[in-house]
């Protein structure tokens, strides 16, 4: 079994930064590929942002330059810097992550997600 368990939303004025981690809990399993996306009201969920296990990443365009993507596969966390936040940044954001059991099943997991809002 395993969770993703989100944190580190908030309120944040224009201009300000946020840090959001995603922590995985739980046993026998290993975590592969991993990313961050959001939704706001009345859309669709987008993609934010990817890293491979190797650390390889990848930026939605409305994100590149202001947010950064990492990982720590020791602890089996993931983490999203978000600078010069503007108000359309405003979502909820979700992780996900590649899920390999020691069965060998594997699986997209996501988090609940948490929200950030940034005032204008």
């Known amino acids: 079994q395993v969770q993703l368990v989100e944190s580190g939303g908030g309120l944040v004025q224009a201009g300000g930064s946020l840090r959001l981690s995603c922590a995985a809990s739980?046993?026998?399993?290993?975590?592969?590929?991993m990313g961050w996306y959001r939704q706001a009201p009345g859309n669709q969920r987008e993609l934010v942002a990817t890293i491979t296990s190797g650390g390889a990443t990848n930026y939605a365009d409305s994100v590149k330059g202001r947010f950064t993507i990492s990982r720590d596969n020791v602890s089996g966390t993931m983490y999203l810097e978000m600078n010069s936040l503007k108000p359309e940044d405003t979502a909820v954001y979700y992780c996900k992550a590649i899920i390999r059991f020691y069965n060998g099943a594997i699986y997209d997991h996501w988090g609940q997600g948490t929200q950030v809002t940034v005032s204008s």
């Open positions: 739980g046993s026998m399993f290993s975590i592969g590929n």
